[in-house]
T-cell receptor, first 116, second 114 residues
């Protein structure tokens, strides 16, 4: 149980285009989802926290107009990178948190974004 | 700000030797601690977690970690490593209750040498 999927697993796009990444909790309801980005050989940096049905909370330094997060249901959150540029190339990882117990986070497999 | 510190960015070790990966966290009233492993181009896999109770936690793949409140540490150990253990290891903490996000250390690259 507690599986989180991400789609696509990798994407290559041209500079200036927008890319949408989906994060789904497959067998549980996730009231809260987190989006992280990871640059090569670095740690995960939290971008934003999203709660179902409300606006996402962005970390300092993360452009909310560039990284649009939608958490429309208890099993789906999306991250849209708008007008992507090469510096947005990164590994994006989502996690979903359960409502029960200590709110364990379950991580998706990640999405590799390459902007040419 | 709350933080997690992994003292070693790289740890090379010979196959079948023991290894310890160090992790310290900033003190908090309540803390949940985790170790994750990440293989190249993959997501995070949970190795083990400390929530409460016994301070010695056993995880998958023969790893274990010990929670030491007085030293605010949660070091990861394995008595005998294999080539397949070569990966990036992240220590993470939830420093507070509710749905606060995990705070990650910078990671330790474990390289097992044949």
């Amino acid at each position: 149980g507690a599986v989180v999927s991400q789609h696509p697993s990798w994407v290559i796009c041209k500079s200036g285009t927008s890319v949408k990444i989906e994060c789904r909790s497959l067998d549980f309801q996730a009231t809260t989802m987190f989006w992280y980005r990871q640059f090569p050989k670095q740690s995960l940096m939290l971008m934003a926290t999203s709660n179902e049905g409300s606006k996402a909370t962005y970390e300092q330094g993360v452009e909310k107009d560039k990284f649009l997060i939608n958490h429309a249901s208890l099993t789906l959150s999306t991250l849209t990178v708008t007008s992507a540029h090469p510096e947005d190339s990164s590994f994006y990882i989502c996690s979903a948190s359960t409502q029960e117990g200590y709110n364990e986070q379950f991580f998706g497999p990640g999405t590799r974004l390459t902007v040419l | 700000a709350q933080s997690v510190t992994q003292l070693d960015s790289q740890v090379p070790v010979f196959e079948e030797a023991p290894v310890e990966l160090r992790c310290n966290y900033s003190s908090s009233v309540s803390v949940y601690l985790f170790w994750y492993v990440q293989y190249p181009n993959q997501g995070l896999q949970l190795l083990l977690k400390y929530l409460s109770g016994s301070t010695l936690v056993k995880g998958i793949n023969g790893f274990e970690a010990e929670f030491n409140k007085s030293q605010t540490s949660f070091h990861l150990r394995k008595p005998s490593v294999h080539i397949s253990d070569t990966a990036e290891y992240f220590c993470a903490a939830r420093l507070g209750g509710g749905n606060t996000p995990l705070v990650f250390g910078k990671g330790t690259r474990l390289s097992v040498i044949a």
